[in-house]
């Protein structure tokens, strides 16, 4: 981005770090396809962007059918991965407990997930799955 003295500024999508001059390398001139690319490097970065800025870590799943609620809760955790989230909530009610088996065989599929338990009684016991994210 730019050159100070021994240094320069390079960006990494929305990083920027200063660089010592002597561990960098020149760049081949792009090609016609490259501008492609940066559209699509440019789109996901701003996909990530907004997806941290919107990302809230509970989600209410009560009331939902098995297929949709999976559905959502496997977006939920990917934004979760992407945002860097290390505690979840997800709300799935008690009822007779086919969300909550559904939702925890999932969970324990995601490498990410380091564990999840029952919220306290106190706030909202068996309706709720907390969730540690690594």
Do not use: W
Not at 23 to 52: E, F, G, M, Y
């Amino acid at each position: 981005m730019k050159i100070s003295g021994k240094e320069a500024l390079v960006a990494f999508g929305s990083v920027q770090t200063n660089v010592k001059l002597n561990r960098l390398t020149p760049a081949k001139a792009p090609k016609a396809q490259d501008h492609a690319t940066n559209i699509v490097l440019s789109t996901t970065s701003d996909t990530i962007r907004n997806t941290t800025l919107n990302f809230r870590p509970e989600i209410d799943v009560r009331g939902m059918r098995a297929d949709e609620c999976m559905e959502m809760i496997s977006r939920f955790v990917d934004d979760a991965v992407v945002t860097s989230s290390h505690h979840l909530r997800i709300l799935h009610g008690t009822g007779n407990g086919i969300l909550r088996q559904l939702i925890r065989q999932y969970l324990s599929t995601v490498p990410e997930v380091i564990s999840f338990h029952d919220e306290h009684p106190q706030f909202g016991g068996a309706g709720i799955t907390v969730v540690e994210m690594g």
